[in-house]
């Protein structure tokens, strides 16, 4: 029986990945058991244990990688377009991303469930976490990079607060209305004067 290469091996840790990021978010980390994972990646339960020891550190994984991919996509953005930031709160804030978590945002779909999940997880996380705020920072009107980090930081968490809440919501008009009036309350944060 032929063994599978290096690359083979990568392209199915990737596919795992993938999937696993996809599934994390629309049914939550909890609701998303081994077999479940390895049949969304097209997989037997048992190709899992060639890639990960256990859950767990799938979880930290896909989680790095989900983050990873974020990070690049906002940089990537901001690059193209360096007053993108109004851009990249109107796509977060958007109907779009709230009807679809499993498309969007592993922090807004999973961060209740990071808090009380693993060191290795919340590692994974706040490492991309940094990453994105660290990549976001030189786009905040704010000379004092560290303080630019936090500013970053504190408009994050009011977005994913915003969204989530929008998510809840079982009155479309009102969750659409809260988007709105999330996006300019998250644009003067983002350009408020502290002094």
């Known amino acids: 029986m032929a063994r599978y290469g290096k690359e083979q091996k990568q392209a199915t840790r990737r596919r795992i990945l993938d999937s696993a990021g996809r599934r994390f978010k629309r049914s939550g980390i909890d609701g998303s058991g081994i077999s ?3 049949a969304d990646a ?3 339960n048992g190709a899992f244990y060639a890639h990960f020891a256990s859950k767990g550190e799938l979880v930290a994984a896909t989680i790095g990688e989900e983050m990873r991919v ?3 996509a906002y940089a990537s953005a901001l690059a193209a377009d360096p007053a993108g930031l109004e851009t990249l709160i109107r796509e977060y804030l958007s109907p779009q991303h709230r009807d679809h978590p ?3 945002c592993p922090s807004a779909a999973l961060l209740c469930e ?3 999940g693993g060191s290795s997880a919340k590692r994974s996380y706040t490492e991309g976490m940094l990453a994105i705020a660290d990549a976001m920072a030189g ?3 704010v000379s004092d990079r560290q303080a630019a980090r936090l500013r970053v930081l504190n408009v994050f968490a009011f977005l994913l607060g915003t969204l989530q809440i929008s998510r809840a919501i079982d009155d479309r008009s009102l ?4 988007l709105e009036q999330g996006i300019g309350t998250a ?3 983002l350009r408020a004067d502290t002094k």
């Open 114 to 116: 990071l808090g009380r």
């Open 187 to 189: 644009l003067a944060l």
């Open 175 to 178: 969750a659409d209305e809260i």
């Open 42 to 44: 097209g997989l037997t």
């Open 70 to 72: 974020q990070c690049e």
């Open 139 to 141: 786009y905040v009107p």
């Open 36 to 38: 479940t994972l390895m």
């Open 102 to 104: 499993e498309e969007g």
